[in-house]
């Protein structure tokens, strides 16, 4: 009260100032609504979110510089689209990363159904903790690292791993096997090992899927005299059916991006021709090589064509289905 | 009325057994195997001879990782990062998923699209390793812990959660003059424990697997997670004889550190322990938070 005095004090008759107490008390009350505060206190999160994936896109600039790291952006040299048009040069390896990527996606694509086809046969398991052990051994894969994937699979692949040794040992193989060294079986050994990780994870994707089903339904078709596998063809598929195309088209959206980390455990001199995907290209040209602006050039175009994809994919998804996805 | 098990019936019902339990194990024993083979004698394991049981069977391999300074260091920043990384992911996530949960906030909408996007846009690799260089966020333990810190994801998960509890427990609390987070920490976070310790698991789980950043933006050995030594010690070169010998032949004097394939093995289990331990218990979480997300997709 006294400062406001002063204040008032202070101020010169007639002046057209602002500053006095009931304009600070309409100020406080206008700024320091509930509403507002709840704002206020998610700005530091707001920032947060805009410093690690909205501040980045401005790196987007990087590709049209032969860009050195560690100089301001006025120093840079300006290449214009030269970075871009380097990527369709026939040596610069991208329509290797490129062909790479697309084909692992596809074969992805058509090991898609499997999960469906473990979930339907999980469900037709009558005992309740056999099928939960189930569930519970093989969705385990998913949750381990990919580095950890590898260990597996070089324990039994390797030199010295299970196949090698133990098969050997039986007689059931004479000559050393390398699979993990094998080029012309490396896209279908890596689809392998995706399926080995994502099966039983993605299975129970699809129980969730198959217990929103009107169990109604399956009861009117056993008193219409339905089999085991009628009920599945014409009720349980239908049912899953959505959850499976939206699924499928999300799949396609993403057809430039792997993970990174997969092909990156997995790769060695022997395959590295079939399994150089774009993300390891784009790592191996940036950070390993140094080619930054090329590396940029990439990404940014991967990028673009990902974000048109999602975008055609859910103007499809609206088209056939009648609903988008995102 | 008991239907009659047809010839048909029995046979599918065999075959489905057979083929889920097939890949069950096919799931389940290479973890085995690899236990096994961490425990017996490299020679007779690289014989074949390890199969169901280990061969002079004996702990030496983990007490020698066990007391690797290395070792030590890495599981020490990766239990760090899991602890720290996601106390804070969980914390920011679920206050903001909660801020943009209630009615009164002004710009919701834009906000909350300006969250949902993160996951669909990327910038790509480079302009994120420019970025996070020039915060200073290389060889920085904070490069583990603030990224990850706002999951859209996770946002998803929670926004739905909350939106779903009944509002009058916030309005008789607003009514009784309690502010923001006293809403948020006494009322609406007891509540929500079931999506919170969803999300918790989940990025529990990531931050323990995850090894890029450290690929990309670390160097420091003292900084390095688990699951990157673990890549390390896997890529190591291997003796096929003896150790020893070899390094006294000088063979190996510039190559890298030379793992024996017991010591890998080892040292895949001593990362791999914790989530054979954590999952089968906490399974039913993860499929509750898929049934959650589900919902909204």
Known sequence: MCTSSLLLILIPKGADLVLNVNSIEKLKTRFLKPKLVLLYSIIPFIILIFVFSYVPLFGWVFSFFDYRPGMPLEKQQFVGLYNFALAFDKFSGFYNALRNTIVLNVLGLIASPLPIAFAIMLAEIKQKRLSKFIQIVTSLPNFISWILVYSVFFAFFGNEGFVNSVLGNLGLITNHINLLGDVNAAWYFQTLVGIWKTLGWNAIIYIAAMSGIDQELYSAAEVDGAGRFAKIRHITIPGILPTYIVLLLLAVSNMLSNSFEQYFVFRNQLTISKLDVLDIFIYTKGIGAGQFGFATAVGMMKSVVSIGLLMFVNKLSKWVRGDSII | ?297
């Open chain 2, 1 to 297: 009325m008991k239907m009659k098990l047809s010839s048909k019936d029995i046979g599918f019902d065999v075959v489905n057994h057979v083929v889920l339990l097939l890949f069950t194990a096919i799931c389940l024993y290479p973890f085995y195997y690899i236990f096994l083979y961490s425990i017996s004698d490299g020679l007779a394991a690289s014989k074949g001879l390890v199969v169901f049981w280990p061969v002079n069977a004996d702990f030496s391999s983990y007490v020698k990782l066990l007391s690797k300074k290395d070792v030590l260091d890495a599981a020490f920043i990766s239990a760090s990062r899991t602890v720290i990384g996601t106390s804070v992911t969980v914390l920011c996530s679920s206050y903001l998923a909660y801020v943009l949960s209630t009615e009164d906030l002004p710009f919701k909408k834009i906000i909350y699209r300006y969250v949902i996007i993160t996951m669909y846009v990327s910038a790509g690799l480079i302009p994120w390793y420019i970025t996070m260089k020039s915060l200073g966020l290389k060889n920085n333990f904070l490069l583990y812990v603030l990224p990850s810190a706002i999951g859209a994801f996770y946002i998803i998960l929670i926004k739905t959660y909350m939106e779903q509890l009944p509002k009058s427990l916030e309005e008789s609390a607003k009514i009784d003059g309690a502010g923001v987070f006293t809403i948020f920490f006494k009322i609406i976070l007891p509540i929500s424990i079931p999506i919170i310790a969803t999300v918790t698991i989940f990025s529990a789980i990531y931050q323990w697997n995850s090894w890029q950043d450290n690929l990309y933006l670390v160097n420091k050995k003292e900084l390095s997670t688990l699951q990157f030594l673990l890549y390390n010690y896997m890529n190591s070169s291997m003796a096929t004889g003896d150790v020893t010998r070899m390094k006294a032949m000088n063979m190996v004097a510039n190559a890298k550190q030379v793992n024996s394939m017991t010591l890998k093995m080892t040292m895949s289990m001593v990362t791999v322990i914790p989530i054979l331990l954590v999952y089968p218990i906490m399974q039913k979480y993860f499929i509750k938070g898929i049934m959650l997300g589900a919902v909204k997709g």
